[in-house]
């Protein structure tokens, strides 16, 4: 299994500035993905990091926006840049273990004012 | 490409009745499936998961889930619901083993469920 802890656990922003949100995890992990829920959506996958290299971003999401860090196998941070109020959402960490499993953190409340 | 569709954004039903959300999905190969349950304020939380072995599956807190293919449906069920089992369920579906960086998980809208006293 795997522990995740993501911080903030929720914040209030003001439009036009940033936020980076941080995802730990208790063990090394190759690949760490970020998702976005928004109110009433599924998950959407942001990005995957892999430790070393950059992000790979999906479609509809860049690296200025999202700009995303992997230092090393434990630990992510996501950066949500210039905010608006569209970019209100939860916004969760995951990692995956074995070969089947995905683990989430508990997942960052993201309000923009 | 793969895709799950959950029938219903909310499900309510009564304390200590059969509890049924749905899940279709849509994959090129064998898939492998998932549900997970989102508590109020938390992160997602594995329930069970299907990945070729029996089909039907079960998982923690008394759910269950049966993978048939000739219907593509992955429906979770628990026999008696709690107050407890209140919260958001999302079915999901990923094509292969999940380590390699092209292999996505694909998630539901997921549905509500309520639980009436």
């Known amino acids: 299994s795997a522990v995740i802890s993501q911080k903030p656990s929720r914040d209030i922003c003001q439009r036009g500035t940033s936020l980076t949100i941080q995802c730990q995890v208790d063990?090394?992990?190759?690949?760490m993905f970020w998702y976005r829920q928004q109110p009433g959506q599924s998950l959407t996958l942001i990005a995957t990091a892999n430790q070393g290299s950059e992000a790979t971003y999906e479609s509809g999401f860049v690296i200025d926006k999202f700009p995303i860090s992997r230092p090393n196998l434990t630990f992510s941070t996501l950066t949500v840049s210039n905010m608006s109020p569209e970019d209100s959402s939860i916004y969760l960490c995951?990692?995956?273990?074995?070969?089947?499993?995905?683990?989430f953190g508990q997942g960052t409340r993201l309000t923009v004012v | 490409a793969q895709s799950v569709t959950q029938l219903g954004s909310h499900v309510s039903v009564s304390e200590g009745a059969l509890v049924l959300l749905r899940c279709n999905y849509s994959?090129?190969?064998?898939?492998?499936l998932f549900w997970y349950v989102q508590y109020p304020n938390q992160g997602l939380q594995l329930l069970l998961k299907y990945t070729s072995a029996a089909t039907l599956v079960k998982g923690i807190n008394g759910f269950e889930a049966e993978f048939k293919k000739s219907e593509t449906s992955f429906h979770l069920t628990k026999p008696s619901a709690h107050m407890s089992d209140a919260a958001e369920y999302f079915c999901a579906v990923s094509d292969r083993v999940i380590m390699n960086r092209d292999d996505k998980i694909i998630f539901g809208k997921g549905t509500r469920l309520h639980i009436l006293p």
């Open positions: 995951s990692v995956e273990k074995g070969d089947t499993e995905a683990f």
């Open positions: 063990s090394q992990v190759t690949m």
């Open positions: 994959s090129s190969v064998p898939p492998y």
